[in-house]
């Protein structure tokens, strides 16, 4: 299995509305490109000081099928339309299971 | 279950021997730590331009477990004595699954 997570911060003025939408367009991935193998998102619960907005931990067969994923107009759509107007921060990591 | 990540980007001279210090240190905790249920620890496998080093993914009965990990000497000692020397960026996020 191939892993891929991704935490993202929002911007301060992110609203309420606009968070939710990326989390409901992203778990919409999942039923329109099968070569994701589990998804999970998960909202930051605000122990940590500083701490990033969001994770997405997601799972694949291989690296491939990560980048179908990854460059998938559907997952592109999401970023452009959702994800970039709240972006302040990106990290990511991919790797071997 | 609570779930925390946390994703590192070392320095560009961070050494391998420094590199392969942190994962092997951090490795023992799981042994030293009884509320950590599961710990996986992931090397960025270079799919992509950009991305952070190195990911963490530990799971905790509860939020008050994941705060024995956070503060548990054996963990700030592998921060302080490993990870602070190379370390470029981090970025965390926990949440409830």
Redesign the interface.
Known sequence: M??H?V?L?WTDDATEEQRAEVARRLNELPGVIPEIRTY?I????G??QG?????V?AEFDS?ED??VY?DHPAHLAVIEECIAQILA?R???????
């Open positions: 191939f892993r997570i935490l911060k999970q998960g909202l930051d619960a122990v940590n701490n990033f907005s969001f994770a931990t690296p990560y980048v990854r921060a990290a990511a990591v991919q790797y071997a299971l």
